[in-house]
Nanobody
Framework: QVQLVESGGGLVQPGGSLRLSCQAS????????MGWYRQAPGKQRELVAT???????NYADSVKGRFTISNNNAKKMVYLQMNNLKPEDTDVYYC??????????????WGQGTQVSVSS
């Protein structure tokens, strides 16, 4: 069983910064891709940024130039540095890993979510 735990959310003023972290634990054979998504109440979950285990990161247009995704495969962690935050960035943020578990089963694992609130 694989678990993802996010941390780093909170309340910040517009223009401020936050850094989210996501730690995976459990039986993981390999990780294909890590990513961050966000969801507001009553809305669909949307992609924020993804990064393959090796390769180039991908960002939603709304966060390009402000957010940076990075990872540490050895530590099974993914990060999201969020700068110049705007009120419209307020959402619950979820991390997701696409992986092979110890039994070589492919699946995606989601974290429980962390609240990011941007307000003056």
């Amino acid at each position: 069983q694989v678990q993802l735990v996010e941390s780093g959310g909170g309340l910040v003023q517009p223009g401020g910064s936050l850094r989210l972290s996501c730690q995976a634990s459990g039986s993981i054979f390999s990780i294909y891709e890590m990513g961050w998504y966000r969801q507001a109440p009553g809305k669909q979950r949307e992609l924020v940024a993804t990064i393959p285990s090796t390769g180039i990161a991908n960002y939603a247009d709304s966060v390009k130039g402000r957010f940076t995704i990075s990872n540490n495969n050895a530590k099974k962690m993914v990060y999201l540095q969020m700068n110049n935050l705007k009120p419209e960035d307020t959402d619950v943020y979820y991390c997701k890993f696409d992986l092979l578990d110890g039994g070589l089963n492919e699946f995606e694992s989601w974290g429980q979510g962390t609240q990011v609130s941007v307000s003056s």
